[in-house]
């Protein structure tokens, strides 16, 4: 073990977007538990080639004690890597929440049949439109919805629309801070009573967490939030109470 240069990642900043995992060159960089991380020390050379791909500037070069740069371990890595990408073919993004999946469904049976009318209360429901004093806002529980689940959980409408105000919006294609500014907002001028934020399990769409978070930094009252986790086929695999948020005015 020597002191060398080697990636740093801040977690705290890191939405797990992978936008570094596919521009790594080395291949030392892995998404786990919804964050960046080097998979390796050996694996990765320091010379940050993965810096400037991270739109949230979470990724810096630090000096620490680390195993030394190992290009023959790296190559068999890298190859070992590259057999798994091949495999997940990708959107032109490169992220690796776009790899394409289908998902097999036999016959109308095999479906979710919802058979209700629309929950769907008030318009709009995309982020960036809905006026922050909205009058379906007031008192309301509010989901902030990604832009996918709609359409992979074939009952949202019966399971969570019903009595709620909604918001939409996608936190990889769309301005983060723009989402942020407008959620607080919200939380400000709105007496919401609860948030519920509901996202897609691949990793740049946990952002929409880490947009609620920053929102609420400056919001005036104390709000429950409830975080959902959809699978890509369909499912509801994680639910989490997050601690009530107060933070000062």
Sequence with gaps: MAVRKIVKIDEELCDGCGQCIVNCPEGALAIVDGKARVVKDSYCD?????IGTCP???ITIEEREASAFDEAAMKQHLGEVEKQRAALPTLECGCPGSAVRQMERTSPSDR???????QLGHWPVQLTLVPPGAPFLQDAELLLVADCVPFALADFHERFLH???VVVGCPKLDDPQSYVDKLAAILEQSSIRSLTIIHMEVPCCTGLCRIAETAMETAPRAVPVKEITVSVDGRVIAEKDWRTCTTSL
């Design 56 to 58: 949230l500037d979470a």
């Design 112 to 118: 979710v049949s919802t058979g209700g009318p629309s």
């Design 46 to 50: 320091g010379l940050g080639a993965c």
């Design 163 to 165: 009595g709620r105000a």
